[in-house]
């Protein structure tokens, strides 16, 4: 059975509570309520009917949230409770095609390659300084870098060099609602001027700069822009989620590329999947989560794969024994994981309370891959976005998913794993794989069950925190490989030789 969980308590009174308390006043929205959760059809194959979710039989890890779409293995007796027995995984996205390095001046995948990430806002509260931005600058610039705070690792291929990033990766907010001088009106110019003067400006003057050092001899790198939902500059309405990307005032270098929130796109020999918006909040303050199994489906970066329940866990029945887990030990690396599982940027329905969510815009296949006021692209960066603009959804597997929140920064192994492939044998039973007598009886084989997929999801926090202080940005390195070893495409190979380091600012 495939279906949307829906928390139908919590629909019933979403009118009530949004009357009760202002969206941005109010507190984080209550978890999923397993006395109310439920099963929703799609409408197409049973008209959108709904049936009550019992996991209380669950041996294994899981994790559940609205909106979330699953497939569960259970039975349903009365006709309006279906007990489950496992919870499967979703089929991943696809992993993007192989393709040449795109990355500036001489990085890239065959001699490793250094992207620094930062996330906004990048001013103090009590100033329009952007002191944070020009240290992260200074930090792709590969001057003035400080010890990171700490360095999580698959297999560490080489330590953080001060050499200079092959790209930059800011993440708004820019100009951002909630700094006293914007909220107050007493910035003295406006949102616009005040994005072109201080961001854009400041790094086109950097990227002069960089090209201009006789010691490099390079172009600059890359500087990729995507806005949040608290940006309220750049004339584009960035508020609602997804949002389209930051126009770029004229004569703007052709380093720098704006893209929507979120985006899809290839920085060398890494695909990256970023967004502006704070799923990692949302998502954390709405799931449920139980089962007694041990988990499976990623650790932390250093911390190993845990054992799957198939081996550790004993459950009544031989097929829900041998079903993967669907919840990873690791809080953090399960919410990247349902992103991954669910093939989407922000898989929460209904959204989390002040969440601007744009229906139209989700659906995505409206836009075109260039982003409205990004420049054009120069010889060594291709057209960023991998298809037609995607909303919400993952077109590939990212092999980075950068994901900035206000939590605590990490870098984990996020990994979704691959749906069983699943059939019914003679006798009724759910198996997951040909026995010996299945040519006997005439059964067909299932199709070969697809790959999960890993990635590398990265908080690089914010350049700016709450209270005025310094904050932290992320220097994602790509390793080289190992002599005489070739590019064979895989993901997972660019996940094994991925390092992340959280710097200090």
């Known amino acids: 059975y495939v279906a ?20 941005a006043d109010a507190p984080p929205p209550p978890r999923l309520d397993l006395h109310s959760a439920s099963l929703e059809g799609s409408a197409a194959l049973s008209g959108g009917r709904r049936a009550r979710l019992d ?21 349903c007796p009365a006709g309006h409770t279906l007990t489950a027995s496992a919870l499967l995984p979703s089929a991943p996205p696809p ?3 192989a393709a ?45 870098e400080r010890p990171p705070s700490s360095s999580p690792s698959p297999s560490p291929p080489s330590s953080s060099s001060s050499r200079p990033a092959d790209a930059v990766i800011l993440v708004g907010p820019f100009v951002d609602e909630r700094h006293p001088s914007v909220s107050s009106g007493s910035l ?20 002069l700069a960089f090209g201009g050092e006789k010691r490099r001899r390079r172009a600059p790198p890359p500087v990729v822009l995507l806005p949040s939902p608290r940006d309220v500059a750049a004339g584009s309405l960035t508020s609602a989620f997804p949002a389209r990307a930051l126009v770029l005032p004229a004569g703007t270098p052709e380093n720098i590329v704006s893209l929507p929130n979120p ?21 954390s303050a709405s799931q449920a989560a139980g089962g007694l199994g041990d988990g499976s489906g990623g650790a932390g970066i250093g911390g190993g794969e845990s054992a799957s329940p198939a081996s550790s866990t004993p459950a009544p029945a031989a097929a829900a024994a041998a079903l993967p887990g669907v919840a990873p030990k690791d809080r953090m690396a399960g919410l990247a994981g349902a992103l991954l599982e669910q093939g989407c940027f922000y898989p929460l329905y209904p959204p989390a309370r002040g969440t601007m969510l744009d229906a139209r815009l989700a659906l995505g296949g409206s836009e075109s891959s260039a982003p409205p006021g990004s420049s054009s692209s120069s010889s060594s960066w291709s057209p960023p976005v991998l298809p037609a603009y995607p909303g919400l959804s993952m077109p590939f597997s990212p092999d980075v998913l950068l994901l900035p929140s206000d939590l605590a ?26 026995s010996s007598s299945a040519s006997a009886s005439g059964l067909a084989p299932p199709p070969p069950p697809q790959p999960g997929v890993k990635a590398v999801a990265v908080n690089p926090g914010r350049a700016v925190t709450a209270g005025g202080g310094g904050g932290t940005a992320a220097v994602v390195i790509l390793g080289t490989r190992k002599k005489g070893e070739t590019n064979n495409g895989d993901a997972d190979d660019a996940v094994s030789r991925c390092r992340v380091d959280i710097v200090r600012l």
């Open 100 to 144: 040449a390095s795109m990355a500036g001046g001489k990085g890239g995948d065959a001699e490793g390659m250094r992207v620094v990430v930062a996330s906004g806002p990048f001013t103090a509260p009590g100033d329009i300084a952007f002191e944070a931005l020009d240290a992260i600058l200074a930090l792709a610039a590969g001057a003035g």
């Open 4 to 23: 949307t969980v829906s928390d139908t308590a919590a629909a019933d009174a979403a009118d009530a509570a949004a009357a009760a308390a202002a969206a």
């Open 95 to 97: 992993r993007a095609p």
């Open 409 to 434: 920064p990490f870098a984990r192994v996020a990994t979704a794993e691959a749906p069983p492939a699943l059939r019914v044998d003679g006798s009724g039973e759910l198996v997951l794989s040909p």
């Open 188 to 207: 003295g110019v406006s949102f616009d001027e005040l994005f072109e003067r201080e961001v854009v400006a400041r790094i086109a003057a950097w990227s």
């Open 263 to 283: 985006a899809t796109f290839r920085v060398g020999g890494l695909v990256f999947g970023a967004t502006g918006h704070d799923v990692l909040r949302d998502l």
């Open 55 to 75: 996991v209380s039989r669950l041996r294994h890890r899981w994790r559940l949230f609205p909106g979330q779409v699953v497939a569960v293995v259970g039975a």
